[in-house]
């Protein structure tokens, strides 16, 4: 079996910090977002081989976290280098198959934050020989509206699939995270040449199940759609506990840090409150109250108040309230 990791996306509702940095390369903590899904498949002794696909744009960046972390990981990169070029999620992965060759496919989005039992997951693919998907049973059922929908029967085979129903009836969704038999490019080839959308994975599996049976396996704990700022901080909080800081963080002794927080490599905080909030490294806190957000590197923040918002890397922030707010990079704001 082979593990494929998709991070070929522009993830334009995260822009403008997504214009600079893929995705899946955003901080979570000590870890990257990425980090965390491959310590997951690592520990998988079913997996021959995890490949990552990304586009030309962030070749760059994939390769440099390559060497920095040491990833044993194979890079495909596709061609895109603007939103307008990229070839869409469903055949992205079709040609990654064609390059890979016929196997077995554990696939996961580059972005995707669970609690997914990976193991468990693939036994009762294992149990089934047909294609599984993991789903998540939300809370509020007018979210389900943004994914894809699912309905399943007492064997967990699905019956009903809708990516973005307009009126769901289901708290089921699918998340991004597909294992797939043998033979499984034969269906993507045949769902491409129909010129069928290329953009979601679900309108693959929409129509995929109506040809063989597809599975779901449902999980609990917790799932985060990293596509919204509010997601991507909902899920620094849910996966940290306590306070990290790294050794060569600089705490004043009137600041206050309420947990989860992560105070990074060469940060300098001073007379401020930080709460339930990621301060990058080499980034700089004075006299300011910083809450559920995430502050990436070498940024200058003084006399603020920043809540529920995501600050881009060597921005400098003064003298203002911020509130659900993303900031670019480079960003210089004035009160």
Request: aromatic residues 12%; hydrophobic residues 40%.
């Amino acid at each position: 079996m082979i593990g494929v990791i998709m991070a070929g996306g522009f993830a334009k509702r995260l822009w403008p910090i997504t214009l600079s940095v893929a995705k899946p390369l955003l901080p979570l903590g000590k870890y990257r977002i990425i980090d965390l899904i491959l310590r997951d498949l690592r520990d998988l002794k079913s997996l021959d081989a995890i490949y990552v696909t990304t586009n030309a744009f962030y070749k760059d960046q994939f390769e440099n976290w390559i060497d920095e972390t040491g990833a044993d990981v194979i890079l495909l990169i596709e061609e895109a280098r603007k939103e307008e070029e990229k070839l869409g999620t469903i055949r992205a992965m079709y040609e990654a198959f064609k390059k890979i060759g016929d196997n077995e496919f554990l696939v996961i989005g580059g972005d995707n934050v669970m609690s997914l039992d990976f193991k468990t997951f693939l036994k009762f693919y294992a149990e089934k020989l047909s294609p599984v998907l993991a789903v998540y049973e939300v809370e509020r059922i007018e979210d389900v509206s943004r994914f894809g929908e699912v309905t399943v029967d007492n064997d967990y085979k699905i019956v009903f699939f809708r990516e973005k129903p307009k009126e769901p009836k289901s708290r089921l969704i699918s998340t991004a995270c597909y294992v797939f038999p043998r033979g499984i490019i034969n269906h993507l080839e045949e769902y491409v040449k129909s010129g069928g959308k290329l953009d979601s994975p679900g309108h693959f599996i929409e129509w995929l199940y109506r040809r063989t049976n597809v599975y779901a396996f449902p999980f609990r704990g917790y799932w985060f759609d990293i596509g919204t700022p509010k997601g991507y901080i909902e899920a620094f909080n849910t996966i940290n506990r306590g306070i990290i800081r790294e050794e060569t963080a600089n705490i004043s002794k009137d600041t206050v840090v309420r947990e989860p927080s992560y105070l990074g490599k060469d940060t300098e905080i001073s007379s401020s409150e930080v709460s339930s909030s990621l301060i990058w490294h080499g980034s700089v806190v004075r006299k300011s109250y910083v809450a559920n957000s995430i502050i990436l590197s070498d940024v200058i923040v003084e006399n603020a108040n920043i809540e529920w918002s995501i600050i881009g890397n060597k921005s400098k922030i003064y003298d203002v309230k911020l509130r659900s707010s993303i900031i670019g990079d480079f960003s210089s704001i004035h009160g």
